[in-house]
């Protein structure tokens, strides 16, 4: 598998599936990568991402949100939290939303900053 080849692997729980981004980043030093389901979601990954955040191992975890125009609205909608981006900010070294897609890019550039 070269690098720029993208190699998915289903996991059972988010937890795991962030646990093993991290394994990834400290065996290959390359980013691990992990998607999981926004809200309830992102809680299961905290720790492993706390964990790698304390350890400084490059790991980026991606995560959907609600429809932006009810975001913070207490509406319930499913996996909704108030603020997700503002909950994994003190866990990560970057924590950031993109509402467009072409913010994708200046996120990634910010990132390098780091």
């Known amino acids: 598998m070269n690098d720029a080849e993208v190699r998915h692997i289903g996991v059972r ?3 795991g599936a962030s646990f093993m981004a991290d394994g990834f ?3 290959t030093r390359k980013p691990g990568v992990a998607m999981v389901i926004s809200g ?3 809680t299961n990954a905290s720790t492993a991402i706390g964990q790698a955040y ?3 191992v490059p790991l980026l975890l991606l995560t959907p949100a609600i429809t932006s125009n009810v975001q913070g609205m207490g509406y319930g909608m499913l996996h ?3 603020d997700q981006r ?3 900010d003190s866990i990560t070294g970057l924590s950031v939303m ?3 897609a072409e913010q994708v890019r200046r996120m990634n ?3 390098h900053s780091l």
């Open 13 to 15: 729980h988010e937890q």
């Open 25 to 27: 980043a400290r065996a």
């Open 40 to 42: 309830p979601g992102v």
């Open 54 to 56: 304390s350890d400084s």
């Open 80 to 82: 909704e939290i108030r």
């Open 86 to 88: 503002a909950m994994t």
């Open 98 to 100: 993109a509402t467009r």
């Open 109 to 111: 550039e910010c990132s």
